[in-house]
């Protein structure tokens, strides 16, 4: 029996889920009657999803699609960053989505006193995008993710609790 047990904090996201919701979405826009001539491109790129459209109107239009089928895939709607529109060439109106994935230096600090202020018999580790949460028991550990899904509400990323040993 071992005499610790640990499991990890992380923030990310499934990709190949990601790959399929945007394949659905430029499968709904190009089918859409107000959408389907307004020329939209949605690109996925390593951090980032770029889409360029017609008009303001079609980029909601799309951002609604967007976040409609990420639901419907069980993405969650926190790793979606959307930066102000910019217009670009030819009446064109282009928004970068940034991808959240792991935890800050600054979130993992958070989230770390959150934990040791309140839960005196487990220690935490932070490591790189990542937060380690050590106990002497399993009780301890079974507290340590309840409060984390307490305060996740709170938080601008999703938490995911993994290697749980």
Request: cysteine-free.
């Amino acid at each position: 029996m071992a005499s610790t047990y640990s499991f990890d904090v992380v923030s990310d996201f499934d990709r190949q889920e990601l790959v399929n919701t945007l394949d659905q979405v430029r499968r709904d826009v190009s089918q859409r009657y107000d959408l389907k001539d307004s020329g939209t491109e949605i690109e996925l790129e390593e951090t980032e999803v770029v889409i360029t459209t017609a008009s303001d109107m079609t980029l909601q239009a799309v951002e609604d699609v967007l976040r409609t089928k990420a639901t419907k895939r069980n993405l969650s709607l926190k790793i979606f960053d959307f930066q102000t529109p910019e217009a670009v060439g030819g009446n064109r109106v282009k928004q970068v989505v940034k991808l959240r994935k792991g935890l800050s230096q600054e979130l993992a600090k958070k989230l770390s006193k959150i934990v040791r202020d309140e839960l005196k018999k487990v220690t935490v580790a932070i490591q790189g995008e990542s937060l380690r949460i050590t106990g002497k028991s399993k009780d301890d550990l079974q507290q340590a993710i309840q409060l984390l899904k307490t305060k996740e509400d709170e938080l601008d990323v999703p938490l995911q609790f993994e290697n749980y040993r």
